[in-house]
């Protein structure tokens, strides 16, 4: 069975999700049946969406590859980032890797496509949204993209960092409004393009048009590992 690499703690709860999800999502009987685990947390690291928006000079990368790098060196057999700001350095990270770093915008993009969706709206932090990140794999994969407007997209990041990261309790009529209006404008599924809005689902059980892009990660991760997958999680889309 090959080891999973994380590099996480970006930010610490949705990683911890993360491997809550891996381990719900795997058939075992046992321990062993288990893949295992390599996690380094890096909590620390310079903002990601400050320094995407030219706010902070202070790169997050040379971080992000000493993690890279301390898993590879322990036995990881592939990396996943339980965060989706962080794709934005997604090919300098897979540039310097020997084994396979996973692309979560990739793979989501991909499913997407594949089940004859063609316009998406995206639920992400400022620097996700200002990079393009996920715009540029959906458009690869001939998905059309809507985000909110400005003032929605302050009360996005309001609920990513003003609540979640902080604790607090979310504000679902605000996040459900925002959402709403991206349907208005002919999304056919909403992406929860941020790792923090996986945890709203702990607040109350979110419709079906919402795609969870760390449920896929786990998903894919569990695959890849060797172990074998729940039959209920074979189709999360």
Known sequence: MKTIGIIGGLGPMATVYYMEWIVRMTAADCDQAHP???????????D??????????????????????ELLQAGADFITIPCITAHYFYDTLQEQSDKPVFSMTGDTAGQIAKKGIRKVGILATTGTVASGVLEREFQKAGVETVVPAPADQELVMEIIYGQIKKGRQVDMAAFEQVSGKLLEMGAQKIILGCTELSLLEKE????????DMLKLLAQRAVRESGASLKKEWADIL
């Open 36 to 46: 295992r685990i390599l996690l380094k947390s890096i909590p620390d690291i310079p």
């Open 204 to 211: 109350k059980p979110l419709r079906g048009e919402y795609v």
């Open 48 to 69: 990601r969406t400050a320094y995407i928006l030219g706010k902070s000079n202070d790169s997050p990368l040379p971080a992000l590859l000493d993690a890279e790098r």
